[in-house]
């Protein structure tokens, strides 16, 4: 078998490459035929149109009697009218009198041409025959070479005889006659030619050639004939055969013949190995499926193959009446992590997530990544919910063991969602959707957590979707406005800057407070063009104010800090708004510039070029040490609020309150104390040289135009006095 597949593939692969030459070499000859057919043309149309000047002369020497004394006149004309003439010559009996133009041929006058022993047989042939003639080519002795049409004038004697007067003659350089072709230019283009007389014995003459000795190689030549005045020319052509033609046949061949081979060898290997085809088809079945059924990053079950697991364990449940448990998890601030550190932590994060819960749940329990952070845990054969609860709990001691990225360590919480079999479902979407709305149950409670499904969730789902959609409008119906808070210089007891808080102005629900929808709108990215809302209104309306001591102060989220347009969009509101950027302060959380330090520094340093101050803000939560916290080009420490609620009473607190305005000062650092609410706690940071303050004790948030009402904004304010 193989041998027959070896000499049919061999045969028939002979029978292409040959077909495809002669195809090849057909297709040569017919643009040579072409070639040749319209060159041959030219030259035959060229001599025909020169040499029909020969008989305007001599018709009009007959109409004359012999006499032209306007020749050189006409001779121009003539020239000008047909062209392709080197000049035009008369030879009363045979003797050159006259030649136009004569510049470069006076040797010519006075040349006998009856008597010449080389040019007199032609000569005599036209005055005997009384027909033009074309002799040459041949060397002119006033030097060149040509050929020459030499026409025969009998004028008519007072007797009405005819009387052999001489010769019209018209000379035309070969060199000028080839011009007229595209014959030295078909060289270039791989063509050679040879152009010969044939004289009235039969002898051939080479009149021109683009390359003798290479054309005597060529293996097909196609002639064409030119007629000329007693005798012919030929027009031979062919076409040189690239160097790499015989190679490309050889190596065709070459191609064929191995071809041949490895079919007869795969023939072979067909027959005699089915084992390892088999194998071939298993591994790559395999791969497949690994495919088809399993997350290519985490190697875990992907949505459909869980999907599945989760219809036969439904199934099995129904006939052996048990429980069983869905969790499903999600990681939080997966997307904050992801955005300022890189995909590539953020999938080392995940995969790192996979082998923890692999490597410390149950064997029998079915794990998978159903998309993005989002993970899925099937427990079968409970007891109870406790079991459940405990499973819960363990998983979330595991994620969160600190993990290093980028030399840096983070601690992962989930959000879990719990629902049961068969009580809270016995399908799997349902089982699905009410563990998703356990999930987002937990979220909202502050996640790291988790929770059971009940009904309830339905509703609030429900309500949570509907805000979605009606915040996703609020920003078109221009829903959203800005409150503001004073904060006090304690050294002069003026109003210096306010802080910017954003209101929902809910066309049904009235005044919405931002703790009920910040989140969702951090959730669904609708916080990127609400924060450039915020920003652009609290430059503009602190320029309408024209009050030049005063600040506004506005917050990032950590979704705005990492958006790559940040820099962008501050300019843009200063621009828009004309706002000095001295009179703009951004206020970032301790715990988000943390995260990356060092995107932080690059950041910060970015928005200080511009002139903004920079506040860190809820300072005392984040961690941060002396070392990180020099580096950081900031303005402004906030004192988180909860340090203040009790600095009067928890001597912790009011340690540590006392140690950050000490160290703010040191580097250099304004400090703004928050959530100041009391007499006592103003007198202890004033006591401790504490900057600015800022709480109810001073202003509750209130509009612009309540702030202004109470000259709550350019004068010393009464301290407890609320808008």
Same mark, same amino acid.
């Given at each position: ?31 040579? !035929? ?6 041959? @043309?030219? *030259? ?7 040499? %029909? ?41 045979? *003797? ?21 022993? /080389? ?102 030549? *196609? ?40 079919? @007869? ?33 985490? !190697? ?128 799997? %979407? ?20 988790? /929770? ?15 805000? $979605? ?22 050294? %002069? ?183 100041? $609410?009391?007499? $006592? ?23 612009? $135009? ?18």
């Amino acid at each position: 078998m193989p041998v027959l597949v070896f000499a049919a593939s061999l045969v028939l692969g002979i029978f292409v490459v040959d077909n495809s030459r002669n195809a090849w070499e057909k297709e040569q000859s017919l643009l040579v !035929s072409d070639n040749i057919s319209v060159q041959a @043309a030219n *030259i035959e149309r060229h001599l025909s149109r020169s040499l %029909s000047s020969t008989y305007i002369l001599k018709s009009l020497l007959e109409l004359n009697r012999g006499k032209l004394p306007d020749f050189e006149r006409h001779a121009q004309s003539i020239i000008d009218t047909l062209g392709g003439i080197t000049n035009l010559q008369l030879a009363p009996n045979g *003797i050159i009198e006259r030649i136009y133009p004569l510049e470069g041929h006076e040797r010519a006058l006075g040349h006998d041409l009856l008597r010449d022993d /080389q040019r007199s047989a032609e000569a005599n042939l036209a005055a005997k025959t009384g027909d033009l003639i074309l002799a040459g080519p041949f060397k002119l002795i006033q030097g060149g070479i040509a050929v020459i049409g030499r026409n025969p004038v009998y004028v008519q004697t007072n007797t009405n005889e005819k009387q052999f007067w001489g010769f019209a003659s018209a000379l035309i350089y070969l060199d000028e006659l080839l011009e007229a072709t595209e014959l030295n230019e078909l060289k270039d283009k791989g063509y050679l030619y040879q152009l010969t007389r044939i004289s009235p014995d039969g002898s051939e003459q080479v009149i021109s050639s683009n390359d003798p000795d290479a054309f005597n190689q060529l293996h097909s030549v *196609i002639t064409r004939t030119i007629t000329v005045p007693n005798g012919k020319w030929q027009l031979h052509m062919g076409r040189i055969s690239s160097p790499g033609s015989a190679i490309t046949y050889y190596l065709k061949l070459f191609i064929v013949l191995l071809t041949s081979t490895l079919l @007869a060898y795969l023939g072979y290997s067909l027959l005699k190995q089915p084992i390892i085809l088999q194998k071939m088809v298993d591994q790559k079945t395999a791969e497949l499926e690994q495919l088809a059924f399993y997350d290519p990053l985490t !190697s875990l079950c992907n949505r459909r193959l869980f999907t599945d697991l989760l219809n036969q364990a439904l199934s099995q449940l129904r006939r052996n009446d048990s429980t069983l448990a869905l969790l499903y998890l999600d990681l939080d601030q997966f997307k904050r992590i992801n955005d300022s550190m890189g995909h590539e932590a953020g999938d080392q994060l995940l995969k790192e997530t996979a082998h923890r819960l692999k490597s410390n749940l149950r064997q029998s329990d079915v794990i998978a990544r159903i998309g993005g952070d989002e993970f899925c845990v099937l427990i079968s054969q409970i007891k109870n919910a406790e079991d459940v609860g405990r499973a819960a709990k363990k998983i979330q001691k595991i994620l969160r063991f600190p993990l290093e990225i980028h030399n840096q360590k983070i601690i992962v919480t989930p959000s879990i969602g719990i629902a049961l079999a068969p009580s809270d479902g016995t399908e799997s %979407s349902v089982l699905m959707r009410n563990a998703d709305m356990a999930m987002y149950s937990a979220k909202n409670r502050g996640r790291n957590n988790y /929770q059971f499904y009940n009904p309830k969730m339905n509703k609030k789902v429900m309500g949570s979707l509907t805000l $979605e959609s009606e915040l996703g409008k609020a920003l078109i119906n221009n829903e959203f406005v800005l409150h503001y808070q004073t904060q006090m210089s304690l050294g %002069s007891n003026k109003t210096v800057a306010m802080e910017a808080l954003i209101r929902w102005q809910h066309p049904d629900r009235g005044l919405v407070f931002p703790d009920s929808f910040i989140q969702l709108a951090e959730d669904t990215s609708l916080i990127i063009p609400i924060g450039k809302w915020v920003l652009c209104t609290a430059c503009t309306q602190l320029k309408a104010l024209n009050i030049p001591h005063l600040k506004v102060a506005v917050n990032l989220s950590a979704i705005q800090f990492n958006d790559p347009d940040l820099i962008k969009t501050v300019k843009h509101a200063l621009e828009i708004s004309g706002l000095d950027p001295s009179k703009l302060e951004l206020e970032i959380t301790e715990s988000l510039l943390m995260d990356n330090i060092a995107h932080a520094i690059e950041t910060l340093s970015e928005l200080k070029a511009l002139g903004i101050t920079i506040a860190i803000d809820d300072f005392g939560t984040g961690y941060s040490s002396l070392a990180q916290l020099k580096n950081l080009p900031a303005d402004i420490l906030k004192i988180d609020r909860e340090f203040i609620k009790d600095v009067t009473t928890v001597m912790e607190n009011a340690e540590i309150t006392e140690v950050i305005i000490s160290m703010g000062h040191k580097l250099g650092m304004k400090v703004v104390a928050e959530g100041v $609410e009391t007499e $006592e706690q103003l007198a202890f940071l004033v006591d401790k040289g504490c900057d600015i303050a800022q709480g109810y004790l001073f202003c509750r948030p209130e509009s612009l $135009e309540m702030l202004q009402r109470n000259n709550l904004l350019d004068i010393t304010p009464s301290y407890g006095k609320s808008a």
